[in-house]
């Protein structure tokens, strides 16, 4: 548990907490990194599996277009 020194107003309040505790417990940025891995795998799987990995460009930019968005 973390002992505050202010009482957080804005979303940069808590940011900067969290900042501040991770660089001094390890354990945070362990977590935090193991967080971030698996968003990335989970990301990648589902586009591998919405494109393929034969034609991923093609199929990312057939998608986009369908889409509008380039």
């Not at 417990?25 to 990648?44: E, H």
């Amino acid at each position: 548990m973390v002992k505050l020194k202010f009482i957080p107003k804005t979303d940069l309040d808590y940011i900067k907490i969290y900042a501040e505790e991770l660089g001094q417990n390890n354990k945070l940025f362990s977590d935090q990194k193991m967080l971030i891995d698996s968003q990335i795998k989970s990301s990648t799987l589902l586009f591998f599996r919405m494109f393929g990995t034969k034609n991923f460009k093609k199929n990312a930019r057939k998608y986009l277009k369908e889409r509008k968005l380039i």
